[in-house]
């Protein structure tokens, strides 16, 4: 079970920190990434880290301004949101890949677990 808290409301330029816990003592095994879905629109992957934190991947949208984090004493995996914009606002999941070991560029098709999600507003 993964568990997303941090979403909100935020003017255009600041900044969220979303949070993830998760359940299972096997979350060092997996890659953990962040997806969001704007209404009307597919879910998209957004940033990726490896298992052990040695990869991080981010969509073209974001590079610069978000960063992914985790610490796998703690089950948590972060993502740091700055120069927040409205094309921004979302819902943003969490999520695990569903095989250990793999990289941090994540599909959709990857997941084996979900968060269930956590809303971020940008007001312009």
């Known amino acids: 079970q993964l568990v997303e808290t941090g979403g909100g409301v935020v003017q255009t330029g600041g900044s969220l920190r979303l949070s993830c816990l998760a359940s299972?003592?096997?979350?060092?095994?997996?890659?953990m990434g962040w997806f969001r879905q704007a209404p009307g629109k597919e879910r998209e992957f957004v940033a990726g880290?490896?298992?052990?934190?040695?990869?991080?991947y981010y969509v073209d949208s974001v590079k610069g301004r978000f960063t992914i984090s985790r610490d796998n004493y703690k089950r948590t995996v972060w993502l740091q949101m700055n120069s927040l914009k409205p094309e921004d606002t979302a819902v943003y999941y969490c999520?695990?890949?569903?095989?250990?070991?793999?990289?941090?560029?994540?599909?959709?098709?990857?997941?084996?677990?979900w968060g269930q999600g956590t809303q971020v507003t940008v007001s312009s």
């Open positions: 880290i490896s298992y052990r934190s040695a990869s991080t």
């Open positions: 999520a695990s890949d569903s095989e250990p070991f793999r990289s941090p560029v994540l599909s959709t098709a990857h997941i084996g677990t």
């Open positions: 299972e003592s096997s979350f060092s095994r997996y890659a």
